[in-house]
Antibody, heavy 122, light 110 residues
Framework: EVHLVESGGGLVQPGGSLRLSCAASGFTLNTYSMYWVRQAPGKGLEWVSSFSGSGYIYYLGSVKGRFTVSRDLATNTLYLQMDSLRPEDTGTYYC????????????????WGQGTLVTVSS | QSVVTQPPSASGTPGQRVTISCSGRNSNIGSNPVHWYQQLPGTAPKLLIYINDQRPSGVPDRFSGSQSGTSASLAISGLQFDDEADYYCATWDDSLSALVFGGGTKLTVL
């Protein structure tokens, strides 16, 4: 059974950094694409990044250059390093796994984690 | 401003059939499959429909999806109070090289 457990959220000042972790079990990260999706309080879902199983990474325009996705295959953990944080980055961050083995443009999000809350405020 | 648009709200009474639309462009819905997610209050989203009209195991056949041109829709028949949730469509956008979500539709069961 697939499990995704996010951690690392918290309160950070504007300009600060946080690293989110997503511990995955039930599959291996180099087989499936992975996603980070966020949701500002009371707002809709917003895609942040996709990491294909073969290693291609895509980012939302507003986080490019500030956020970095990486993975540790030894621990089967996905990371989201967030630097130069802004108040508009506030929200719940979800880690999610692709539902199939298709390439990114044809794939979909299957299981989601429970989310971790990031608050950027002074 | 989402590149994929949904009505902000929809409503129906128990037993009714409701549809939620998702409108996009050639670079997204016109070229790539559409997927639908249900988010119940206070919970993480859940996959409802994938590749336009496919239902994951465990999703009742009351939920169905369709896609034509640059639009897609989600239909819910036999509406139940438990269906009250936010619904999101999503697809890949070739011009943005990004996954795009619709703004979400809040479904109210009256």
């Amino acid at each position: 059974e697939v499990h995704l457990v996010e951690s690392g959220g918290g309160l950070v000042q504007p300009g600060g950094s946080l690293r989110l972790s997503c511990a995955a079990s039930g599959f291996t990260l180099n087989t499936y694409s992975m996603y980070w999706v966020r949701q500002a309080p009371g707002k809709g879902l917003e895609w942040v990044s996709s990491f294909s199983g073969s290693g291609y990474i895509y980012y939302l325009g507003s986080v490019k250059g500030r956020f970095t996705v990486s993975r540790d295959l030894a621990t089967n953990t996905l990371y989201l390093q967030m630097d130069s944080l802004r108040p508009e980055d506030t929200g719940t961050y979800y880690c999610a796994k692709a539902g199939g083995l298709a390439i990114l443009r044809n794939n979909w999000i299957g299981p989601w984690g429970q989310g971790t809350l990031v608050t950027v405020s002074s | 401003q989402s590149v994929v648009t949904q009505p902000p709200s929809a409503s129906g009474t128990p037993g009714q059939r409701v549809t939620i639309s998702c409108s996009g462009r050639n670079s997204n819905i016109g070229s790539n499959p559409v997927h639908w997610y249900q988010q119940l209050p206070g919970t993480a989203p859940k996959l409802l429909i994938y590749i336009n009209d496919q239902r994951p195991s465990g999703v009742p056949d009351r939920f169905s999806g369709s896609q034509s041109g640059t639009s897609a829709s989600l239909a819910i028949s036999g509406l139940q109070f438990d269906d009250e949730a936010d619904y999101y469509c999503a697809t890949w956008d070739d011009s943005l090289s990004a996954l795009v979500f619709g703004g979400g539709t809040k479904l109210t069961v009256l």
